[in-house]
Protein backbone atom coordinates (compact mmCIF):
# COMPACT_ATOMS: atom_id res chain seq x y z
CA UNK A 1 0.00 0.00 0.00
CA UNK A 2 1.42 3.74 -1.13
CA UNK A 3 1.49 5.84 1.52
CA UNK A 4 2.49 9.78 1.32
CA UNK A 5 3.37 11.79 4.68
CA UNK A 6 3.86 15.31 4.52
CA UNK A 7 5.11 17.20 7.13
CA UNK A 8 6.53 20.84 7.60
CA UNK A 9 3.38 23.26 6.63
CA UNK A 10 2.47 26.29 8.91
CA UNK A 11 2.33 29.62 9.24
CA UNK A 12 4.68 32.18 7.98
CA UNK A 13 4.99 35.55 7.37
CA UNK A 14 5.37 37.26 3.72
CA UNK A 15 8.83 36.95 2.78
CA UNK A 16 9.22 34.32 4.53
CA UNK A 17 10.54 29.92 4.19
CA UNK A 18 9.24 27.22 4.61
CA UNK A 19 10.23 23.79 3.98
CA UNK A 20 7.86 20.76 3.19
CA UNK A 21 8.77 17.33 3.49
CA UNK A 22 6.83 14.05 2.44
CA UNK A 23 7.72 10.30 3.09
CA UNK A 24 7.14 7.91 0.69
CA UNK A 25 6.45 4.38 1.78
CA UNK A 26 5.16 1.33 -0.26
CA UNK A 27 6.92 1.98 -3.16
CA UNK A 28 10.91 2.79 -4.40
CA UNK A 29 10.64 6.03 -4.85
CA UNK A 30 13.70 6.29 -7.46
CA UNK A 31 11.13 4.13 -10.37
CA UNK A 32 8.60 6.84 -9.53
CA UNK A 33 8.52 11.02 -10.69
CA UNK A 34 7.63 13.20 -7.21
CA UNK A 35 5.90 16.06 -7.35
CA UNK A 36 3.81 19.07 -5.18
CA UNK A 37 0.59 20.00 -6.06
CA UNK A 38 -1.52 23.03 -3.77
CA UNK A 39 -4.69 23.89 -3.20
CA UNK A 40 -6.39 26.76 -2.42
CA UNK A 41 -9.30 28.16 -0.75
CA UNK A 42 -11.82 28.41 -3.41
CA UNK A 43 -9.80 27.46 -6.33
CA UNK A 44 -8.76 24.53 -8.54
CA UNK A 45 -5.60 22.29 -7.40
CA UNK A 46 -3.48 23.55 -9.14
CA UNK A 47 0.40 21.74 -10.03
CA UNK A 48 3.39 23.61 -8.20
CA UNK A 49 6.58 21.35 -9.01
CA UNK A 50 7.99 17.98 -9.92
CA UNK A 51 11.37 16.18 -9.99
CA UNK A 52 12.20 13.23 -12.10
CA UNK A 53 12.90 9.91 -10.68
CA UNK A 54 17.08 10.09 -10.84
CA UNK A 55 16.23 14.00 -9.88
CA UNK A 56 18.37 15.02 -12.45
CA UNK A 57 14.98 17.04 -13.58
CA UNK A 58 12.75 19.24 -12.17
CA UNK A 59 9.46 21.34 -13.14
CA UNK A 60 8.03 24.56 -11.94
CA UNK A 61 4.84 26.27 -12.46
CA UNK A 62 5.44 29.66 -13.45
CA UNK A 63 4.12 31.32 -10.41
CA UNK A 64 6.71 30.02 -8.34
CA UNK A 65 9.82 29.27 -10.31
CA UNK A 66 13.14 30.98 -8.80
CA UNK A 67 11.34 30.59 -5.39
CA UNK A 68 10.56 26.86 -4.80
CA UNK A 69 12.87 24.16 -5.05
CA UNK A 70 11.69 20.91 -5.31
CA UNK A 71 14.84 17.47 -4.29
CA UNK A 72 14.94 13.78 -3.33
CA UNK A 73 16.30 11.65 -1.59
CA UNK A 74 15.75 8.35 -2.80
CA UNK A 75 18.02 6.67 -0.26
CA UNK A 76 15.32 7.68 2.24
CA UNK A 77 12.39 7.55 0.32
CA UNK A 78 12.16 11.44 0.80
CA UNK A 79 10.98 14.36 -1.61
CA UNK A 80 11.42 18.11 0.40
CA UNK A 81 10.03 21.61 -1.05
CA UNK A 82 12.03 24.47 -0.32
CA UNK A 83 9.67 27.20 -0.26
CA UNK A 84 11.14 30.71 -0.28
CA UNK A 85 9.92 34.44 -0.46
CA UNK A 86 6.79 33.75 -0.14
CA UNK A 87 3.69 35.17 -0.39
CA UNK A 88 0.12 35.50 0.68
CA UNK A 89 -1.17 33.49 -2.27
CA UNK A 90 1.05 30.64 -2.10
CA UNK A 91 -1.36 30.06 1.04
CA UNK A 92 -2.77 26.83 0.50
CA UNK A 93 -2.84 22.86 1.34
CA UNK A 94 -0.06 21.59 0.06
CA UNK A 95 -0.28 17.80 -1.51
CA UNK A 96 3.00 15.27 -2.23
CA UNK A 97 2.29 12.66 -5.15
CA UNK A 98 3.78 10.30 -6.91
CA UNK A 99 3.31 9.18 -10.30
CA UNK A 100 5.07 8.85 -13.66
CA UNK A 101 5.64 12.08 -16.04
CA UNK A 102 5.94 16.03 -15.78
CA UNK A 103 2.86 16.25 -13.66
CA UNK A 104 2.75 12.63 -11.57
CA UNK A 105 -0.78 12.39 -9.91
CA UNK A 106 -1.05 8.85 -9.00
CA UNK A 107 -0.61 8.84 -6.01
CA UNK A 108 -1.23 11.56 -3.19
CA UNK A 109 -1.02 12.68 0.10
CA UNK A 110 -3.45 13.94 3.09
CA UNK A 111 -1.86 17.23 2.47
CA UNK A 112 0.18 20.16 4.65
CA UNK A 113 -1.60 23.46 5.51
CA UNK A 114 0.94 26.18 4.36
CA UNK A 115 -0.44 30.22 5.48
CA UNK A 116 1.28 33.25 4.59
CA UNK A 117 0.34 36.38 6.27
CA UNK A 118 0.55 39.73 4.60
Known amino acids: QVQLVESGGGLVQAGGSLRLSCAASGLSSRNYDMGWYRQAPGKEREFVAAISGSGRNQYYADSVKGRFAISRDNAKNTVSLQMNTLKPEDTAIYYC???????????WGQGTQVTVSS
Open 97 to 107: TGGIGVTPDKY
